[in-house]
Nanobody, 121 residues
């Protein structure tokens, strides 16, 4: 079992930046892939980014070039650096973990509770 706790969400103006963190605990292993997904009000949850245990990264096309996913295996922590934020990025952002990289919403076994990101225009 893996427990995930997100932090770093908040309110930011359009064009601003935020960095989300996801701290993993429990039966953790640097072999787990980590991911970020988000859900805007009234919309379905969508994939944002993922990083494999070896550091390979994957992005949803609308965030590529603006968001950067990274991880520090020694700290069992994953990050999502979000730059050039736009109002359409407003959502609850969830951290997820799975043994193999998943680039969809389904397939992630472990989930955090989510952190709110609000981008004002």
């Amino acid at each position: 079992q893996v427990q995930l706790v997100e932090s770093g969400g908040g309110l930011v103006q359009a064009g601003g930046s935020l960095r989300l963190s996801c701290a993993a605990s429990g039966r953790t292993s640097s072999d787990y892939a980590m991911g970020w997904l988000r859900q805007a009000p009234g919309q379905e949850r969508e994939f944002v980014a993922a990083i494999s245990w070896s550091g390979s990264t994957y992005y949803e096309y609308s965030v590529e070039g603006r968001f950067t996913i990274s991880r520090e295996n020694a700290k069992n922590t994953a990050y999502l650096q979000m730059n050039s934020l736009q109002p359409d990025d407003t959502a609850v952002y969830y951290c997820a973990a799975e043994y193999l990289v998943v680039v969809t919403v389904r397939g992630w076994r472990f989930w955090g509770q989510g952190t709110q990101v609000t981008v004002s225009s």
